[in-house]
């Protein structure tokens, strides 16, 4: 294969596309609108590039190119090492193994060689809508600048810009996530029993190494998991999965590196079924509930970040850490939620 | 022949890559096999006190060092300490029994050392090379830029640059 060259096009006048809806979202980083030369011809396309390393002169030496269309379909990825393509690399799906935009990005490459297996479904195209989000700030609190794609143009907006953003109204019964684009389901309730759910279509996370009831409580991983851990990708809204009031400790909301392993949390104290019973939400990113705060069973409580240590080797991916307390007395916590779950911790009954 | 190694060792890191799986049993370790040290501390002590760490880790050398003191006992039902210099971090926390009960032990549940030269695990630093690592595991695995072994009932993960196979970072986890 020959060698990728491009030119990055800053604050061009060039005029892409945006959309409100999709189906599936990737978080992308420091996008590129760049003009490539694929044997000759000249393809305008957005850049990015995974996990790169860069020499003494600041040009990427090794790293993973990926590429898409102006129209936002997904174009070629190639992984470039020792300044020289040495694989091609092909979209085969989303999940949730991932905890971190570049994590999540990994996941989803799988290696195609159309020498050797041209029919491999890693060589095929997967991804029919894609979304990439330019952030052009620093801080992990600053909202991203979303350019959304898809085929049919509704709004023009200038690629090589850094402002602007993108606006979803998400249809009644459903919340933005913190990605500001995909609408989420909020979770039904038990009217009979009260039981409600913290997130919408509840599954329970597997362990990176030990399988799916790593993620149950109890002893799943070599020491005790005092909660559940369900499987919620980087932005997720948090609701209260049953009415009460937001402890005033612990709570924390600004977490940084090498603080408490439960990361950003809540803890909500209810009644249930004449019981004391206090939910802990661990991990979010941002908070929307203080101390002392009344909330209502089914209300936005915050979102799902990768705060405390979501990232665990003994974890697979990003999720809601929930513990329970009955009377004081540590339980697991599937006991309080509407959603029943089967022995590999999938969801078995989910009314969404 | 060295570098011969190092280069199949990466390659062997861009195999993987795309997995994000590793298989545990190809890199687990445990007391009987070896003993680990951070600073000279056995991670699996299970008698740690602040003033003995220290001293077994000589940090009280370092005028930035910043300890929490017993923190958090009442939210989680033991104990936890928290240690910091500069961009790293020690946490140590009071150990359960199989239910969940502190057992009133006490030991080294995670830690993460991202720079400088203050720490070492068995003599290993940030910046050196990752046959340092291979030479001390060597059934290790490979997940993207990271070396991982499994060690006592905790993960073991050394990120590295994979351009010159200098270690980057050194992180222990343990599960809860």
């Known amino acids: 294969m020959n060698n990728i060259s491009f030119e990055t096009l800053e604050n061009s006048n060039a005029q892409i596309t945006k959309v409100e809806t999709l189906t599936n979202s ?43 269309n102006l129209d936002g379909t997904f174009l070629d990825a190639y992984r470039l090492f020792n300044y020289q393509i040495t694989h091609r690399l092909v979209f085969g799906g989303l999940d949730h193994a991932g905890f971190s935009y570049s994590a999540l990005l990994t996941t989803i490459l799988q290696e195609c060689d159309e020498d050797l297996n041209p029919d491999s479904e890693f060589c095929q195209d997967q991804l029919e809508e894609i ?32 402002t602007g953003s993108g606006s979803v109204t998400c249809p009644e019964g459903h919340v933005l996530g913190s990605d500001s684009v995909t609408c989420h389901d909020i979770p039904c309730v038990d009217d009979i029993s009260g039981k409600g759910d913290p997130l919408d279509n509840m599954e329970i996370l597997g362990s990176r190494n030990n399988g799916v009831p790593g993620g149950q409580y109890g002893n799943g991983r070599g020491s005790f998991h005092d909660g559940v851990d369900l499987k919620a990708p980087y932005g997720t809204p948090i609701f209260a999965a049953h009415s009460g009031i937001v402890a005033t400790y612990p709570y924390q909301a600004n977490w940084n590196e090498g603080g408490n392993d439960a990361g950003n949390r809540v803890y909500i104290n209810s009644g249930f079924n004449g019981d004391d019973l206090q939910l802990g939400y661990w991990h979010l990113g941002e908070v929307l509930v203080s101390p002392g705060q009344q909330v209502s069973q089914g209300q936005l409580i915050g979102y799902t970040g990768n705060t405390g240590n979501v990232g665990s080797r003994f974890s697979a991916g990003p999720h809601l850490h929930i513990r329970a307390r009955k009377n004081g007395i540590k339980t697991d916590p599937e006991e309080f939620f509407n959603t029943d779950f089967g022995s590999q911790g999938q969801n078995i009954n989910t009314c969404n | ?90 946490h140590f926390a009071g150990v359960l029994d199989t239910s969940g009960d502190y057992t009133g032990n006490k030991r080294l549940f995670s830690f993460k050392i991202n720079s400088g030269n203050q720490f070492n695990l068995n003599g290993i630093e940030i910046g050196d090379a990752t046959q340092e690592v291979f030479n001390l595991f060597p059934n290790h695995c490979i997940d993207g830029n990271e070396i991982v072994v499994f060690y006592d009932q905790t993960a073991l993960s050394f990120k590295f640059n994979p351009t010159n196979n200098l270690i980057t970072s050194m992180a222990l986890d343990s599960g809860m």
């Open chain 1, 26 to 68: 990737i978080n992308l980083t420091e996008v590129q609108y760049v003009a490539l030369d694929f044997n000759g011809i000249m393809v305008e396309a957005l850049q990015y590039v995974n996990n790169p390393y860069y020499d003494n002169d600041n040009k990427i030496e090794s790293g993973d190119f990926i590429y898409f």
């Open chain 2, 1 to 90: 022949m060295k570098n011969i190694i190092i280069l199949a060792a990466f390659f062997t890191s861009l195999l993987n890559f795309a997995q994000n799986n590793i298989n545990p049993s190809n890199c687990t370790y445990s007391q009987s096999d070896l003993t680990l040290t951070l600073n000279g501390w056995d991670i699996s002590r299970s008698n740690y006190d602040h003033f003995t760490f220290i001293n077994t880790a000589a940090l009280r050398q370092y005028a930035g060092l910043q300890y929490s003191g017993e923190k958090d006992t009442a939210e989680f039902g033991y104990p936890w300490f928290y240690y910091t210099l500069d961009d790293n971090y020690i």
């Open chain 1, 131 to 162: 979304v990439i989000v330019v952030n052009p700030g620093s801080s992990a609190y600053e909202h991203p600048i979303w350019f959304v794609y898809q085929n049919t143009p509704t709004e023009s907006l200038d690629a090589g810009s850094s």
